[in-house]
Antibody, heavy 116, light 112 residues
Framework: EVQLVESGGGLVQPGGSLRLSCAVSGFNVEMYVMHWVRQAPGKGLESISGIRGDDKFYTESVKGRFTISRDNSKNTLYLQMGSLRVDDMAVYYC???????????WGQGTLVTVSS | DVVMTQSPLSLPVTLGQPASISCRSSQSLVKSDGITYLNWFHQRPGQSPRRLIYKVSNRDSGVPDRFSGSGSGTDFTLRISRVEAEDVGVYYCMQGTYWPWTFGQGTKVEIK
C-alpha cells in the first residue's frame, strides 16, 4: 500500500527554520518525481518545489530559502525551510507524480505556523 | 508560470441536478508528446486533495461515472451529471504539462 506521511510542522518565529519530512512506503522515493504543495489557511493549492532525478525546481517565492532533497536509504523526502515569513504559513503536502503527469498520492499534510 | 482560471468560484447546486465547472489556461496545455496534462481534483474540508480526472477526460479508479471531463488546448470543463451530497467540497483544475504544476483558484460546490 502506498503511503506518504509528513512530519516536522509546527510553530516557528518569522526568520526561523524548519525541516519537513515525508516518509513514504509502498514505493521507492528515488524512482518517482516528488513534489511539495502548500495550502495557506482558507486558500488554494500552490506547488512550491519538486525533484526529478538531480533536477530541482522552486517557485519564485521560496527560491533561495527552501531546499528539497531526499534520502533514498530512508525512503524519505525533505523540505528544508529557512527565513520563514508569515506568508509561508500553510499546510504542506508531499505528493507523488505518476506517469500521468500529476499527483496520484498525497500525504495528509503538516501545518506550519509562522508567528511571533 | 501557467495561470489556471476557474469559474465559477462558488457553485450552489440542487441534489440530483447537473453541475459544470470551467477551467482556462494561459497557454496551451498540449505537451511535446501530444498529450494534454489537465487534471481535476476534489478536496473535502480537512482532507488532502483527491484526483478525479487525468489527461482531460480519464476518470481515476473508483471515481463515479457521474463525473466527466472534456476540453482541449486551453479550455476545459468538469461536469457532474447528478450532484450527490458527497460531492460537496472544493474542485481544482491542475496542469501538469509544465513545471511548476499550477492550480486553479478552486470552485466551492455546496448544496442549496
Amino acid at each position: 500500500e502506498v503511503q506518504l506521511v509528513e512530519s516536522g510542522g509546527g510553530l516557528v518565529q518569522p526568520g526561523g527554520s524548519l525541516r519537513l519530512s515525508c516518509a513514504v512506503s509502498g514505493f521507492n522515493v528515488e524512482m518517482y518525481v516528488m513534489h511539495w504543495v502548500r495550502q495557506a489557511p482558507g486558500k488554494g493549492l500552490e506547488s512550491i518545489s519538486g525533484i526529478r532525478g538531480d533536477d530541482k525546481f522552486y517557485t519564485e517565492s521560496v527560491k533561495g530559502r527552501f531546499t528539497i532533497s531526499r534520502d533514498n536509504s530512508k525512503n524519505t523526502l525533505y523540505l528544508q525551510m529557512g527565513s520563514l515569513r508569515v506568508d509561508d504559513m500553510a499546510v504542506y503536502y508531499c505528493a507523488r507524480e505518476d506517469q500521468l503527469g500529476s499527483a496520484d498520492y498525497w500525504g495528509q499534510g503538516t501545518l506550519v505556523t509562522v508567528s511571533s | 508560470d501557467v495561470v489556471m482560471t476557474q469559474s465559477p468560484l462558488s457553485l450552489p447546486v440542487t441534489l440530483g441536478q447537473p453541475a459544470s465547472i470551467s477551467c482556462r489556461s494561459s497557454q496551451s496545455l498540449v505537451k511535446s508528446d501530444g498529450i494534454t496534462y489537465l487534471n481535476w481534483f476534489h478536496q473535502r474540508p480537512g482532507q488532502s486533495p483527491r484526483r478525479l480526472i487525468y489527461k482531460v477526460s480519464n476518470r481515476d479508479s473508483g471515481v463515479p461515472d457521474r463525473f466527466s471531463g472534456s476540453g482541449s488546448g486551453t479550455d476545459f470543463t468538469l461536469r457532474i451529471s447528478r450532484v450527490e451530497a458527497e460531492d460537496v467540497g472544493v474542485y481544482y483544475c491542475m496542469q501538469g504539462t509544465y513545471w511548476p504544476w499550477t492550480f486553479g483558484q478552486g470552485t466551492k460546490v455546496e448544496i442549496k
